[in-house]
């Protein structure tokens, strides 16, 4: 009948008008902002510095303003990738962001009043860890699962709770989602109906494909899976803007990391004979083979396996274990970042012999050069350099989530993460 009022079953979680605005963009570009900008001003230039706004001050308010924005944005976006612990990334990235206001400012020449921008950084990082820990339990997905075909087999996750269904009714509580084998056989009309049902009162219904590589960061490697934008093609657009940061990075870090490329050079020759440098050929971009350039690590007159045993492997030398562990045997790459062969972020460039044992047993493996190889990569901020045969599968499902989600939030946390390996020796192997 017209005019009548439609009831909805269900609902979802944090779905009030009230748990959207606290919990939602909203409030923290309306209140987080404002208490941002407004706190440290009040305590510089008191009540009335709203009335009067010279240049310094507008350059000030906007800076802290940008750089809130940016970190309310990247922190955001993180929580998109699985296993993220958001607490680890508040300080870098409200850091990183307002280094940027300010390198901006200072090489425009632009005037700003430096105690209300620092005081701002401190408002902020205050107001995310604040955020963060008032609101952890909340942000803690609950999520419904169907009994049937391979939802039954998902796995939850420090950052996920699940609860299987007992039957298609409602059970009084509210869910984030609901996940379902949508191809299952066993999945029944009753069910089919329920998730119709959902989908009307606005809950998400997602296949457990989708959410198996939520929870795991990984991508089944039975066949190819497209990204988010339905293609096989990663984002040119990205790819070219993510050339021309490598090189500026590259153009940048050279000097600045050549007295630590001699001190390691010298370290190892006096450590073991044999030269600096270690040179290989490896499979690169587009599957065009390249020699990368690494700091020896091994001795030159041992043999063993073709890929590296872990941390024991008695091919290691002394100074190898230690360049090894923070990352700086990787440090020549940033002449294979410069020529174009490799990029700061990507899946690792395997040897020409891993690459084709590879291919022989995944016939797919080829599209894993889609991209350019990269220095770091997500495999490896997740699962470390394990060795390459026990854990192949695993790291060829990292390397094509990688591909899949493709994007510049994906990469800066990968930055974070390998920043973190490098100054505390996390993950490494």
């Known amino acids: ?24 963009l909203p409030f923290q570009l309306l209140v987080g902002l404002s208490l941002v900008i407004a706190l440290p001003s009040l305590e510089r230039w008191g009540w009335g510095f709203w009335q009067v706004l010279p240049d310094h001050r507008v350059n000030t308010i906007l800076a802290i303003g940008v750089a809130f924005v940016t970190i309310v944005l990247c922190l955001r976006r993180f929580t998109r990738f699985p296993g993220v612990q958001v607490a680890a990334y508040i300080a870098p990235t409200v850091s990183l962001a307002f280094l940027v206001v300010v390198a901006i400012l200072f090489f425009t020449r632009e005037e700003y009043t430096r105690q209300v921008l620092f005081t701002g950084y401190l408002a902020s990082l205050i107001w995310f860890f604040a955020g963060y820990f008032i609101g952890r339990r909340y942000r803690r997905l609950k999520i419904a699962v169907v009994p049937a075909g391979q939802a ?16 298609p009714e409602p059970d009084g509580t509210r869910y984030d989602a609901i996940v379902a084998d949508l191809r299952s056989e066993s999945l029944g009309a009753e069910w089919e109906k329920f998730l119709a049902e959902c ?23 039975d066949h190819l899976s497209e990204n988010e934008f339905g293609s096989l093609l990663p984002s040119a657009i990205y790819a070219s803007f993510k050339r021309v940061f490598d090189i500026i990075g590259a153009l940048l870090l ?52 073709g890929f590296t045993d872990g941390d024991d492997d008695p091919r290691i030398t002394r100074v190898g274990k230690v360049i090894r562990k923070y ?5 020549p790459q940033l002449l294979n970042v410069l020529k174009g062969e490799m990029s700061f972020i990507g899946p690792r460039p395997e ?33 470390g350099y394990a060795a390459e045969v026990d854990g192949m599968i695993t790291k060829l499902q990292y390397d094509f989530f990688y591909i899949k989600h493709f994007s510049l939030w994906l990469d800066i946390l990968i930055a974070f993460k390998t920043l973190r390996t490098i100054f505390t020796g996390y993950g490494s192997r």
């Open 351 to 383: 040897s020409m012999e891993l690459s084709e044992w590879y291919e022989r047993d995944v016939p797919f493996f080829r599209y894993r050069h889609v991209v350019r190889p990269g220095i770091s990569g997500w495999a490896q901020v997740e699962q």
């Open 254 to 305: 050279l000097p600045a990391l050549t007295p630590i490329m001699l001190v390691t050079a010298f370290a190892i020759r006096r450590d073991s004979p044999g030269p600096a440098l270690f040179l290989q050929q490896r499979m690169g971009y587009r599957g065009v083979p390249f020699k990368v350039f690494k700091f020896r690590s091994m001795y030159i007159d041992q043999r063993g396996k």
């Open 199 to 221: 989908t009307l009162c606005r809950i998400p219904v997602y296949h457990v494909r989708q959410m198996q590589e939520s929870i795991s960061g990984r991508v089944r490697i």
């Open 327 to 331: 990352r700086l045997d990787e440090l």
């Open 152 to 167: 039954l087999k998902l796995q939850p996750s420090p950052h996920v709770e699940l609860r299987h269904l007992s039957s």
């Open 1 to 24: 009948m017209e005019g009548m009022d439609v009831t909805y079953p269900y609902e979802r979680r944090h779905s009030r008008w009230y748990e959207q605005f606290l919990l939602g």
